[in-house]
């Protein structure tokens, strides 16, 4: 059965929860795995999610109360909204902690590497402005790289959130075509990357020639590789987790992709029982679903 697109919006931004939620607990070393268990204490069985699925979600809401892209509303409300226990990195927070205080975003995306971040933080949350601008790649390209650019300065970083966001407006209309994503991107490092992932590969190869770094062109293209390798979420999370390395975020991205290409239906059943804020995300979906289509139509 064809999910339909309210279904596809759903899932995507279900699947990103998913997919980080499955994979924060084995993220990085034993240290960053040990204080993400510390965080989660009280919590028993539910699956807590982190900064990627936060990020993603303030974004759904900002295109939602917009009716579409306000960058310095976006800026402001990642500021106000970041809250350090859902596993940011200290850079990220030194820059939001910036933007809250008032400084202009486009000052402060170099205000903690001069050159900007090329980390896959742009990456992790752009999978809504897939779902909003997916009836327009010319927008979406545009949109994607500026709302990247409110904490990735660096082009690395910005090529990240074009790539996932330009990924799940693909997976909304079907197949992924990773020769398509490939002539799209502009950064040599994920061309080469995106011409590798059309071959399935073990871990250990994924690991060297893809990648499972949070840098973004060591985790974005193994992400949509994930997406498009796997008809089945549970083995595709399994496998994201193998990698070892930033699999929260891989998961997150992944799962987003998945969920957009595949709809609500895809995701397990079981496992959602226990995602955390479960009806408020699938609401938050909903919404945004509602308002693109008034604003755009069904098609």
Known sequence: MVASLEDKFVGCLLGLALGDALGAPHEGGIVARSAWRVLGIG????LRWTDDTEMAIVLARSLTEHRGLAVDALARAWAEKADWKRGYGEGAMRLLARIRAGEDWRMANRSVFPTGSY????AMRAAPLGLWFHRD???????????SSITHAHPLGIEGGVLIARATAMAIAGDLDLGALRDGCREAEFR???????????????????????????????????????AEFVPMIDWVISLGGDTDTIGAMAGAIFGARHGIGALPSAALKHLEECPSIRSVARELHATNVAAFGEA
């Open 192 to 230: 080469v990357r995106l011409d590798a992932a059309r071959t399935p590969m073990d871990s250990a190869t994924a690991i060297t020639s893809l990648g499972n770094a949070v840098v973004a062109h060591e985790s974005a293209v193994t992400a949509v590789h994930a997406a498009a390798r796997f």
């Open 137 to 147: 790649p010319a927008q979406l390209t545009e949109a994607a790289t500026l709302a």
């Open 43 to 46: 919590k028993g069985k539910t």
């Open 119 to 122: 980390g896959n933080g742009a």
